[in-house]
């Protein structure tokens, strides 16, 4: 258990979608050109097959390195391929998987935070029986607050219960939802 006095200061916000990129920095780089092939892009494979570029690059690819270090000079080719990057790292599926709904696997709302509204990364349970993003309600905590984020109620107390069942749930169904993608 987290004792939020001692911890409070301690810590920095967690990437909201962690759990999707800690899987895609798994990713060799033959996954990586098998996604370039999924979202219309698999021209560029040669180039990311020659530069031997993995998940745990891909993740960190922007404007700029397209350009220059792996000489994608389209510009409309980098805003497609950085657009459908940040689809990935966010919803762990293409543009396109997105847009079909009889591809789309619908996330369980138990899977985001009510604070940030996005997956949970490192869900914590506080003492009003709810889950929240770590870093989230230890800003809240940090802004003074001592009720709950959803019903505003006073805690009883400021403990952080790790939910490893719930981040265990998740990452099954990250994985699960990447590999069939």
């Known amino acids: 258990m987290w004792d939020l006095k001692n911890d409070l200061a301690c810590q920095t916000g967690a990437s909201e979608n962690l759990a999707i990129e800690n899987i895609i920095t798994q990713w060799t780089s033959e996954n990586v050109i098998n996604w370039l092939a999924e ?5 560029l494979g040669h180039i990311f097959e020659s530069k031997e570029i993995t998940g745990s690059q891909l993740i960190h690819l922007n404007d700029m390195l397209l350009a220059t270090d792996l000489g994608i000079d389209e510009e409309n080719t980098r805003k497609q391929l950085l657009t459908e990057l940040q689809w990935l790292k966010s919803l762990g599926m293409s ?12 996330v369980p ?3 985001f935070c009510p604070i940030t509204h996005d997956i949970f990364a490192e869900p914590v349970t506080c003492a009003d029986g709810n889950s929240y993003e770590l870093a989230a309600i230890k800003a809240w905590f940090l802004m003074g607050r001592t009720t709950s984020p959803l019903t505003n109620v006073e805690l009883s107390s400021m403990n952080l219960t790790p939910n490893f069942e719930l981040q265990n749930r998740i990452s099954e169904f990250l994985a699960q939802r990447l590999n069939s993608a």
Do not use: H, P, V, W
């Open 39 to 43: 979202i219309g892009l698999g021209d």
């Open 95 to 106: 543009s396109k998987k997105c847009a079909s709904r009889s591809n789309t696997i619908a």
């Open 109 to 111: 709302q138990e899977f």
